[in-house]
């Protein structure tokens, strides 16, 4: 007896999910709107069975129809507007990671807060200059213009790794099973101990 096969058209995602049963198809995967739920193998069933189960009072609210279908396109819209939000924030993340090392090196030389914008000014007239014969220069210049280091910036980055130093040497100290201390007493001109 030979096997039962099923259509791939059977195991793929269905449009009409989205509006039936609040499901999108993301990375190859059924992934519910609600509850950012994966499901295993991509079935009806399946697809049915989670939204029965888990999302009840969803569908007693807004039955199957225009109702539904509304909800759920507004649920769709939620989660596309969270993922371009987050796609902005990765990108903001490279220019913070840029603005955290050119703090980093500005406190590190004991400059001026206010040598973040000089550093800057500096970057992008030699980015000019040395990338002039690439195609992406434009690029280049464009994330150098981007990094923030104004002074205000560059003082609110000290200000944070000074922290997660504090933070982290606390948290060493407290985690460590002995500790020594070194005293060292100092004396005024006159050699009385201060």
Request: charged share 30%; proline share 3%; net charge neutral.
């Amino acid at each position: 007896m030979a096997k039962r096969k099923k259509d791939d058209e059977y195991r793929t995602f269905q449009d009409e999910w989205t509006e039936e049963f609040a499901f999108v198809e993301r990375a190859g995967s059924a992934v519910c709107l609600m509850c950012n739920d994966k499901i295993a193998s991509m079935k009806r069933s399946n697809v049915k069975r989670h939204f029965d189960t888990r999302h009840a009072t969803f569908a007693s609210k807004y039955p199957a129809g225009d109702s539904r279908k509304k909800a759920c396109q507004e649920l769709l819209s939620r989660v596309q507007a969270s993922q371009q939000q987050l796609h902005v924030w990765t990108r903001q993340g490279d220019y913070n990671s840029a603005s955290f090392a050119g703090s980093l090196a500005i406190v590190r030389n004991g400059k001026p807060f206010t040598d973040g914008e000089y550093a800057k000014t500096l970057m992008l007239d030699v980015a000019n200059e040395l990338f002039d014969d690439l195609p992406n220069k434009d690029k280049i210049i464009k994330r150098i213009q981007d990094m923030p280091l104004s002074a205000r910036t560059v003082h609110d980055r000290t200000i944070m790794m000074a922290k997660q130093v504090e933070e982290t040497q606390v948290k060493d100290i407290n985690a460590a099973p002995f500790f020594s201390l070194a005293l060292d007493e100092s004396t005024d001109v006159s050699h009385l101990a201060q």
